[in-house]
Each structure stands twice: as structure tokens, then as C-alpha cells.
């Protein structure tokens, strides 16, 4: 049976993380040089070096696809579709020795997240999501669906963020408006947060101060879940999206938190 482009995207898509995941845990706790960005955040050897493996095997596989990746910027991204890239999402754990960090690679066709994956490198867990197709979680034990929870009660909804930090001038009440109404609150999630929501062990994740290689992997992945990934609005995501993401397993639990971000 003829391989249909979706499949040999996930392929590729998978063939991506699993190229990194040595390169990453080869600097894992090792000594590093790390360099600071234009925007004060910290990059490494191991960040640069996994993008530029990422990048080669795309353009050795799909020449014509565009890449944006958060290490080395933007090729084609106007093409029908653009791999968007973040090789080690959670830089400020990596560098200071703690494994939950995470690659996100996501494929949009039309500026439109097509597929996404997570990819644990040091907790040897993925995530793999595709539009038309149920999410799939994979670990040491096999491949199996992933699928969120019902919780339509936010005030029994357990909340993630990276870091309250995250949340500046006008984000912040409207982020705390959804944080005192919701029933547990825990920081310092990264992309691992999104992971957990899609396998139904929590339930809202709420994050400003992103761009979209930190969030669009996830779009997939968590809707083919059962759930809803949009911008704190209900507005679908893209590359153009802003700072601000919501996702929830439960389309109740989104709806109350749209409206809750939204309020005066």
C-alpha cells in the first residue's frame, strides 16, 4: 500500500527526535558553554547542534519545506509547509542539570499545526499527534492512544504553567482569575505540562511570554487527545498567534477559562 504523506511526515517527524536525543543527553550534566541571547535566555552547544541535525534531515528528506526553528531563525516560511522547531524547550533545566526538558517539532501545512511531537529525551517518553488521527504516547513499555479527561468543573481542574513569572502587566490578573479558580495549581511544567494534560493526568495548561516554536508541536497532540489548544481568546494557533496559549482537556473547562482570562 503506498505510503501517504502524512505517514512519511510522522516519520519524519519521529526520525528528528530520535537523531537529537543522543546529541542532547551526550551534554546532559556535562560542562557546557552557555551562551546568552538577545532576548537574556540561555543557549547551548547541545541546543545548536540538535536544530542543525534537525534541520539537515529535513532538507535531505523535503527540500521544498520551510523550516523556523528557534536556534537558526526562518527558511521558506511561507512554503505550503514549515517545520517549526525548538530543540530543547526548557534550555534553564537542561543547564542546570534537571531532565525535564523536552524537543518539540511540529509541521504545519498552510500555517495550520498539521502534526507535533514531544519528545522526553532523558525521561524517554513521547508524544505524537496528527490532524485526523488519535494522539499516541510512547514510552519504554510500547505505543499506546492517549486521551485527556473529562473535567468539566474548573474549581477540580488541576493547572500547569511553566512559571508564574510568565505573567506580566495585563496577564497577570487575568491569569490569576483562572489560577484561584481552579482546584490545584503546580509550576514548572515546560512542554512536559502538555504532555501530562494530553494522557489525561491533569487538566489546564495556561502560558504567556511564548512564541510559537513553544507551543504549536502541541496543538496536535492535544486535540487529538479529546482536547482544546487555542490563544487565551478560543482563537486557533499558528505562527502568528501572539505570546499567550490555553489548553485544556476538557472542552467545559476551556470555555470557563476563556471566559475567566477575558474577564474585567
Not at 22 to 34: C, E, K, L, N, S
Not at 58 to 79: D, L, N, S, W
Not at 182 to 206: N, P, Q, R
Request: proline share 6%; aromatic share 6%.
Amino acid at each position: 500500500m503506498p505510503t501517504s504523506n502524512l505517514d512519511a511526515q510522522l516519520d519524519l517527524a519521529e526520525r528528528l527526535v530520535e537523531a537529537t536525543r543522543p546529541i542532547i543527553t551526550g551534554y546532559f550534566r556535562q560542562a557546557v558553554d552557555i551562551d546568552q541571547k538577545a532576548d537574556a535566555t540561555p543557549v547551548t552547544i547541545a541546543d545548536r547542534a540538535a536544530e542543525a541535525e534537525m534541520r539537515r534531515l529535513i532538507a535531505a528528506t523535503f527540500p521544498a519545506h520551510g523550516i523556523v526553528g528557534e536556534e537558526e531563525g526562518a527558511v521558506r516560511p511561507g512554503a505550503e509547509y514549515v517545520w517549526v522547531l525548538d530543540p530543547i524547550d526548557g534550555t534553564k533545566r537542561f543547564i542546570t542539570g534537571n531532565p525535564c526538558f523536552g524537543t518539540l517539532v511540529a509541521l504545519l501545512r498552510d500555517g495550520r499545526p498539521l502534526l507535533g511531537v514531544i519528545d522526553m529525551p532523558l525521561l524517554a517518553e513521547r508524544w505524537i499527534g496528527a490532524e485526523g488521527r488519535a494522539t499516541l504516547f510512547v514510552d519504554r513499555l510500547g505505543r499506546r492512544p492517549a486521551r485527556t479527561r473529562t473535567c468539566p468543573d474548573i474549581a477540580e481542574a488541576s493547572l500547569y504553567s511553566t512559571s508564574p513569572h510568565m505573567f506580566e502587566g495585563p496577564d497577570a490578573p487575568a491569569f490569576a482569575r483562572v489560577r484561584d479558580a481552579a482546584g490545584l495549581v503546580l509550576y514548572g511544567s515546560e512542554c512536559y505540562g502538555y504532555g501530562l494534560l494530553a494522557s489525561g493526568h491533569s487538566d489546564l495548561v495556561i502560558e504567556a511570554d511564548m512564541a510559537p516554536y513553544d507551543y504549536l508541536a502541541q496543538v496536535p497532540i492535544i486535540t487529538g487527545a479529546g482536547g482544546v489548544m487555542s490563544d487565551w481568546q478560543g482563537g486557533a494557533l499558528g505562527l502568528n498567534s501572539g505570546h499567550r496559549v490555553l489548553a485544556a482537556g476538557d472542552p467545559h473547562c476551556h470555555a470557563r477559562a476563556v471566559a475567566l482570562l477575558a474577564a474585567a
